[in-house]
């Protein structure tokens, strides 16, 4: 499975972006792709996550401002910012769970991950 992502960029505090995930390879088996975010001298936390039936989680911190979807047909995931702050400044990582089931908010239960797209927010 490669992950490769897409969309980051320099915003304004109160914009919005759009994140886009290319998945290849046997991406049909993950249980769940996620985004997790790494920022400046912090650990990689978790973002948001969509499992194969569609049920979607997300960190608390970004609830009611992101969306986590899924394009079956392009093999895409995206993920829809709004309201960007400047904590949300991170370098965003898209990743892929194994066929079974595990905690969608875990590290380590993805799999596969891509490189990371850099989201600034100017304050």
């Known amino acids: 499975v490669q992950l490769v992502e897409s969309g980051g960029e320099l915003v304004q505090a109160g914009g919005s972006l759009r994140l886009s995930c290319t998945a290849s390879?046997?991406?049909?088996?993950?249980?769940?792709m996620g985004w997790f975010r790494q920022g400046p001298g912090e650990e990689r936390e978790f973002v948001a996550a969509m499992t194969l039936s569609d049920r979607t989680y997300y960190t608390d911190s970004v609830k009611g401002r992101f969306t986590i979807s899924r394009d079956r047909v392009k093999n895409t995931v995206s993920l829809q910012m709004n309201n960007l702050k400047s904590d949300d400044t991170a370098v965003y990582y898209c990743?892929?769970?194994?066929?079974?089931?595990?905690?969608?908010?875990?590290?380590?239960?993805?799999?596969?991950w891509g490189r990371g797209t850099q989201v600034t927010v100017s304050s």
């Open positions: 390879g046997r991406t049909y088996s993950a249980f769940a």
């Open positions: 990743a892929a769970t194994g066929p079974i089931v595990e905690p969608v908010d875990t590290i380590r239960s993805y799999r596969y």
